[in-house]
């Protein structure tokens, strides 16, 4: 019975210590700030946003590779891999991930960002010589399984930054097309 409870308790603290969120991301992209909502179940997240006018969902599912990028107004939707080099150019946190993946990472230490601890990660390009290029910094939260900020070096005034961030329960509709959308390239 001991190691029942003792086993639930566990399973309870690591289920409750991440926080399925959703927040306001401000993603300025070369002196041209824009706002998104962000909607993450931990695996996977989906940015809403107004564009010209018209409504745009962009649905990510790292795991599967799978990027959606959803025109409600028109009920229409693309699909493309995560890194794919449009998907790479719009979402932020994707891109950083390629270089993760490619470059040099260098752990900075531990920052709090909007009240949450964050393992800060600059990333380096050394692939064209011996003189190291900064690329990224990244302020990861474990406990959102997200980044809180992530700043793009080459690119003045390129980052990323998640401020309001509230406690949400997941809605599996909220990353899946709908039925009656219309995939176009």
Not at 82 to 92: E, V
Not at 94 to 102: E, I, P, R, V
Not at 159 to 179: A, C, H, N, R
Request: glycine share 4%; proline share 4%; aromatic share 18%.
């Amino acid at each position: 019975m001991k190691r029942i409870f003792f086993v639930f308790l566990l399973f309870s603290v690591v289920q409750f210590s991440y926080c399925q969120f959703q927040a306001k991301m401000s993603y300025t992209l070369s002196d041209e700030a824009r706002i998104y909502t962000v909607y993450s179940d931990l695996q996977q997240y989906r940015y809403e946003f107004m564009e010209n006018g018209e409504k745009g969902i962009v649905i990510v599912k790292p795991q599967a590779n799978q990027t959606f990028i959803l025109m409600p107004d028109k009920k229409f939707f693309m699909k493309t891999t995560c890194d794919n080099f449009s998907s790479l150019m719009n979402d932020p946190v994707q891109a950083s991930k390629y270089f993760k993946q490619s470059q040099e990472e260098k752990l900075v230490g531990n920052e709090e960002i909007n009240g949450y601890n964050c393992i800060k990660t600059e990333y380096y390009w050394t692939q064209y010589g011996p003189d190291e290029v900064k690329i990224y910094t990244v302020w990861f939260s474990k406990e959102l399984n997200f980044p809180v900020m992530i700043k793009n070096h080459p690119r003045k005034n390129n980052y990323m930054l998640l401020t309001d961030v509230i406690k949400w329960v997941p809605q599996d509709s909220y990353f899946e097309v709908p039925g009656d959308y219309t995939e176009v390239d």
